[in-house]
């Protein structure tokens, strides 16, 4: 096996460009992911990339680097639209693992159950991913997650950041996660919401995003139209309103089960949120 930490993008992305690079950033799911007896046989290590590994705060939007990771997020001046995001940091199993793993690896290992993927649709968060022969390239990361542990990313390329557009001022959000206990646990369910109210305390603008019960985490679209113009206390979740969900049936819980959590889910998030 061999071990690369190069310092600056550009041989990082040669390096992404040879077979068999197995790209580690917190290095939290590598050797989970590997088959019994087939370790990987080149460690990409992208952490000492300081493109990589910081926060900067752009004209119109917020820069994170691809290897930034959990307690960054979580120390980091953010606007109070990114609530949830850090919230959801504080989730993602120990102080060990968030100290480690990063936002990016987050978003390549391409869980259902990532805690940090329904708080950035809310955001209308967007991937800057890199390769050496085509330079950057911007996908919504709607479009960027296809399936579990699968996503758009090609063999030769990097996520170097995830852009987010500048929130409304008065936005605020929160997250909420079922698990089988407080810590150190899988989502059995999860929601995000981020929510702006109109001087009359009437929501003018909303965003929920659910993962774990579905292929991929994903916006209720139709229940964000049906809070327009709402009291944040007269809230309802509606059946009807969780249609594009699909959850299993597995050993943390039924799809019923997960139904029936995230209607309350999205109920208290928005909560939450509008009455921060």
């Not at 290897?67 to 949830?84: R, S």
């Not at 305390?201 to 916006?219: D, E, W, Y």
Request: with cysteine; hydrophobic share 45%.
């Amino acid at each position: 096996m061999s071990y690369n930490s190069p310092t600056d993008l550009a041989s990082a992305l040669a390096l992404a460009a040879k077979a068999h690079q197995t790209v580690i950033a917190g290095g939290t799911d590598v050797y989970p992911a590997s088959r019994q007896g087939r370790p990987p046989q080149s460690l990409l290590d992208v952490t000492r990339i300081p493109d990589l590994t910081s926060i900067a705060h752009l004209d119109d939007h917020i820069r994170i680097g691809a290897a930034v990771n959990w307690t960054q997020i979580i120390n980091a001046n953010l606007p109070a639209a990114f609530d949830a995001l850090k919230q959801a940091a504080r989730e993602v199993g120990s102080v060990q693992i968030q100290n480690s793993g990063t936002i990016g690896g987050n978003l390549c290992n391409a869980s259902p159950a990532a805690d940090g993927v329904p708080p950035l649709l809310t955001l209308d968060a967007s991937l800057e991913v890199s390769s050496l022969a085509r330079g950057p390239r911007i996908m919504p990361l709607g479009d960027f997650i296809t399936g579990p542990r699968s996503t758009e990313l090609q063999a030769d390329e990097l996520v170097t950041a995830v852009l987010v557009p500048n929130p409304d001022a008065n936005a605020k959000s929160a997250f909420e996660k079922l698990g089988s206990r407080k810590y150190l646990v899988i989502s059995i369910t999860m929601t995000a919401a981020q929510i702006t109210c109109d001087d009359a305390g009437k929501i003018a603008q909303a965003r929920v995003a659910v993962g774990a019960c579905s292929a991929v985490a994903q916006r209720l679209l139709d229940l964000e139209a049906s809070l327009i113009s709402k009291i944040p206390q007269d809230v309802h979740v509606a059946r009807h309103h969780l249609a594009p969900l699909s959850p299993i049936d597995d050993v943390r819980g039924s799809g019923e089960f997960r139904l029936d959590v995230v209607a309350e889910q999205c109920v208290r998030a928005i909560k939450r949120a509008a009455l921060a």
